[in-house]
């Protein structure tokens, strides 16, 4: 397994890997009316933005796992949903409860916007498949986002995980990361970059 930057032909495996871990971390298949819908609020929007801050583990064959940023959060909020949202919308419809919930915080750019966002301008979701987990390559992702960023002399950088989501947030406290603020939304939480 080694990390490297992300290339135009990992997309598929991007979307893959979002969709067996966005529910709290496991498989969210079949959970919603359409699967792609996660992948393209959590994920794509992120390659397309900004790929030079996507790094993927490859096991030899495919992605594994992937870290996204967006390394100035109210920027990518406003072209979120002024270039990106429109252009997928269409695809979906909000029936069901869960799709309704994902889909109005997808219309909300506001969400993003955690009251810390101009001490920690940068955010990032980061997901392993079950295969790559466990073996260091998580806290190895999120050096190579934090580096990426300090070259980029961005001060802090920041997550959002769902309440839900233990294993996740024992993961950030053990790599660094601080509790910044909770809600029913998840829990922000923070690291300074150097
Ligand atoms: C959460 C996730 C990114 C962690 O990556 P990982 O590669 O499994 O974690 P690592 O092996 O790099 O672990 C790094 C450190 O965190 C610790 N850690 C990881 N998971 C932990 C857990 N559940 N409880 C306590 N500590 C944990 C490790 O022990 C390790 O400590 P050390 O480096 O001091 O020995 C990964 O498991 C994952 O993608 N899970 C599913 C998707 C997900 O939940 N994504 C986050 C959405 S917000």
Not at 138 to 150: K, V, Y
Not at 153 to 170: D, F, K, R, W, Y
Request: one cysteine or more; hydrophobic letters at 40%.
């Amino acid at each position: 397994m080694r990390i490297r930057p992300y290339e135009p032909r990992d997309r598929a495996d991007v979307v893959d890997i979002c969709i067996r871990t966005g529910d709290n971390g496991q498989d969210a298949t079949g959970l919603h009316s359409s699967d792609a819908l996660l992948a393209d609020i959590y994920a794509l929007p992120y390659v397309n933005h900004e790929p030079g801050l996507a790094f993927v583990v490859d096991n030899g064959e495919r992605a594994v796992g992937y870290i996204l940023g967006a390394a100035d959060t109210r920027a990518f909020a406003e072209w979120f949903s002024s270039e990106w949202w429109p252009t997928v919308a269409g695809k979906y419809s909000s029936d069901g409860e869960l799709e309704r919930s994902i889909i109005a915080s997808a219309e909300n750019p506001e969400r993003m916007l955690i009251a810390a966002v101009d001490e920690y301008p940068a955010h990032l979701h980061i997901d392993l498949l079950p295969e790559a987990q466990g073996q260091g390559l998580g806290r190895q992702l999120i050096e190579t986002m934090a580096a990426a960023l300090a070259e980029r002399g961005i001060p802090g950088l920041h997550l959002v995980v769902g309440s839900g989501n233990t294993n996740a947030q024992a993961f950030y406290r053990r790599v660094g990361f601080t509790e910044l603020a909770s809600d029913a939304g998840g829990i922000a939480m923070g690291i300074k970059l150097a």
